[in-house]
């Protein structure tokens, strides 16, 4: 999944959803030694991405084809702010869970707004952060469970 920096988004595309996960990876490099980090609410609520999604149809395809739309799918990003700066120079759009019914809604009417609140509510909610070091396991997509979260030490 490839973020879209907030800058980039000038209107919305065919939809804007809040995209819920219990925490994210991200991967910490210094001197070129790589160290993932599972980041996540402290108090173990949902984090929800701010995103865009759009149907679009494949040129190449015949009308008839049902595979012939295909969906694309990106996370807003922006800088990061508080401790998440340590980590990584960007993070994902977080949703305030007030602005989760606004984001879903079609018929809202000033994106710009809203995206402006989004990103002025961002650093109280980095706030409610935890983030711990895990192992490297997190960064082969084959793997996957509750192991992945433990911390690495």
Request: proline share 9%; glycine share 8%; net charge negative.
């Amino acid at each position: 999944m490839l973020g879209t920096p907030v800058a980039d988004v000038e209107e919305r595309s065919s939809g804007v959803p809040d995209n819920p996960a219990s925490g994210y990876y991200e991967w910490h490099t210094e001197d070129g030694v790589k160290t993932p980090y599972y980041i996540h609410p402290a108090d173990d609520s949902p984090l929800l991405f701010a995103g865009l999604y759009e149907w679009w149809k494949d040129a190449s395809k015949p009308d008839d084809d049902p595979h012939r739309w295909l969906l694309s799918f990106t996370i807003m990003t922006r800088g990061s702010t508080g401790a998440l700066g340590s980590v990584h120079d960007r993070m994902p759009l977080f949703i305030d869970a007030d602005y989760a019914d606004v984001w879903l809604d079609p018929t809202t009417d000033n994106v710009g707004d809203l995206l402006d609140a989004t990103i002025d509510a961002a650093p109280a909610l980095v706030d409610g952060l935890a983030m711990r070091e895990v192992g490297p396991a997190v960064g082969n997509v084959r793997n996957n469970g509750p192991e992945l979260i433990a911390p690495a030490h």
